[in-house]
C-alpha cells in the first residue's frame, strides 16, 4: 500500500449516521497489514481512582490520543478512549516516530500527573497471527464530529500484550514530553439529570460476536435510547462554563513552555474567566461564540462506541437501568456475554482542542467516580 493511500484508509471508510447500525460488524473495514496499534494505559488506575484521581486518570488516558495525533501530523487515524487509556491505529511507517512520542509521554506523564503508564507498538502482523484482527467503522457523533469505531478482538489482544510485558515502549529520559498542544481539562463533573450516570462495557463471551450477541446490544442501545437524547450526558445546550481550578494545573503543565508554567497557570484562568463573561454577556467576541461552542461540545461528545464489544457512559434513570442491568445478567448467565458496570452522580469529560474557532474540537466521556475503568475492574472480577 502506498503512503498516500495508507494515510487516506480511514478517510475511505463509508460513515454512519445511526448508532445502532454499528452493531453490524460485516460493516466494518480490517486494517491494513502493515498498519500498527499504539496503546498505553495507566498502571494501578483503580489505585488512583481510589485516591480520588480519576481526573488526573482521565487526563492521562486523553493524552495518548493527543501525543499521537500531534506526533504522526494528523487527525484522520483510528483511536479509541478508555478512560484510563486508549489506543490509535497508524501506518507502520510512523512506528519510530509513534515509539518516540509514546516515550515521553510516559516521562510526562510521570511528572505532571504523578502516574504510571505503560505503553507498546503491536504490529497488525501480529495481531493476525494471533488469530484477532481489528476492523474500524466510523460514526458521525455530529456535522462536525466523526468517531472510529473497532472490532474483531485485536484491540483487546493488544491490550494484554502491553499488560504482559510486550512490545514495550520504554521511558524516555528525564525531561522529556510530546506535543500536547489542544489537552484541555478545563470542565467541572457534569451531574446526572435522570438520576445515575451509567458507565457500561458490553463483550461478548463463549460465542462471540455472533447474531446473538448484535441483537442483544440492540436491546440494550434500544433500552437506553427511551430516555431521551440517548441518554446523552451532557445537556443539549452544552456543560455550564463555570470557573474550575481542578484541570488547570495537568492542562498547564501539559502546553507550557520550559519555565513558564505560573505564567501558563494565570493565561488560562484568565481565558477560562474570559470565556465566562462572554457566555453570560451572550455576545460572541470574533470568531468565537461561547454558546455554540457549548452545543458543540455537546455533540462533539464520545460517551458512547464500539471497542470490540459496547462502552457506553450514559445519563439514565434507575428504573431503565435496572432493565439494562437484568437483561445483561441473564444474558451472562447463558453465556452470551461477560459485562461491567458503575454507576455514579457525575459525568467527567476531557478535552482535545487543537483551535476554539475550529469546529471538530474532540471530547472524551467518562463517569467521574471511576467509569470504565472500575466497569473494566467488576467484569474482570466477575467474568475471570
Not at 216 to 229: D, F, M, P, T
Not at 373 to 383: D, E, H, R
Request: glycine share 10%; charged share 20%; hydrophobic share 45%.
Amino acid at each position: 500500500m502506498s503512503e498516500t493511500a495508507a494515510n487516506s484508509f480511514f478517510l475511505s471508510i463509508p460513515v454512519l449516521g445511526e448508532f445502532a447500525e454499528l452493531t453490524d460488524f460485516d460493516q466494518y473495514l480490517p486494517l491494513p497489514d502493515d498498519w500498527v496499534l499504539g496503546v498505553a494505559d495507566v498502571v494501578n488506575s483503580t489505585g488512583a481512582i481510589a485516591l480520588g484521581r480519576y481526573k488526573a486518570v482521565n487526563t492521562a488516558g486523553a493524552s495518548v490520543i493527543t501525543a499521537l495525533l500531534n506526533g504522526l501530523g494528523s487527525h484522520d487515524y483510528p483511536f479509541v478512549f478508555g478512560g484510563d487509556g486508549a489506543l490509535l491505529a497508524f501506518p507502520g511507517a510512523y512506528a519510530a516516530k509513534a515509539h518516540e512520542t509514546l516515550s515521553s509521554l510516559r516521562v510526562w506523564v510521570s511528572d505532571a500527573l504523578q502516574l504510571d503508564m505503560r505503553a507498546a507498538i503491536v504490529p497488525m502482523t501480529d495481531v493476525k497471527a494471533a488469530a484477532c484482527d481489528v476492523r474500524v467503522a466510523r460514526y458521525k457523533a455530529s456535522s462536525n464530529a466523526i468517531y472510529a469505531m473497532f472490532a474483531g478482538g485485536g484491540s483487546s489482544w493488544a491490550e494484554s500484550q502491553m499488560k504482559a510485558g510486550r512490545y514495550r515502549v520504554d521511558a524516555a529520559e528525564a525531561g522529556s514530553r510530546p506535543d500536547l498542544t489542544g489537552l484541555s481539562c478545563r470542565w467541572d463533573p457534569i451531574p446526572s439529570s435522570n438520576g445515575e450516570i451509567m458507565s457500561l462495557i458490553i463483550t461478548p463471551a463463549t460465542e462471540g460476536a455472533g447474531p446473538r450477541f448484535r441483537a442483544l446490544l440492540s436491546e440494550v442501545i434500544a433500552i437506553i435510547a427511551e430516555q431521551g437524547r440517548n441518554g446523552h450526558p451532557l445537556p443539549a445546550d452544552g456543560p455550564p462554563l463555570t470557573l474550575t481550578t481542578k484541570g488547570i494545573d495537568a492542562e498547564a503543565r501539559a502546553t507550557a513552555t520550559e519555565g513558564r508554567l505560573l505564567v501558563r497557570k494565570l493565561g488560562i484562568f484568565a481565558e477560562t474567566m474570559l470565556a465566562i463573561g462572554i457566555d453570560y454577556l451572550g455576545v460572541p467576541v470574533g470568531a468565537f461564540d461561547p454558546k455554540q461552542y457549548k452545543i458543540e461540545v455537546s455533540e462533539n461528545s464520545d460517551f458512547r462506541k464500539f471497542d470490540d464489544g459496547l462502552k457506553m457512559t450514559v445519563d439514565i434513570d434507575p428504573d431503565r437501568s435496572a432493565r439494562v442491568e437484568k437483561m445483561l445478567s441473564d444474558a451472562a448467565l447463558s453465556g452470551l456475554c461477560r459485562y461491567g458496570i458503575h454507576k455514579q452522580a457525575d459525568a467527567l469529560m476531557t478535552c482535545f482542542v487543537p483551535s476554539l474557532h475550529a469546529r471538530d474540537h474532540i471530547h472524551f466521556i467518562d463517569g467521574a467516580g471511576g467509569g470504565y475503568a472500575l466497569a473494566a475492574t467488576k467484569m474482570k472480577a466477575n467474568f475471570p
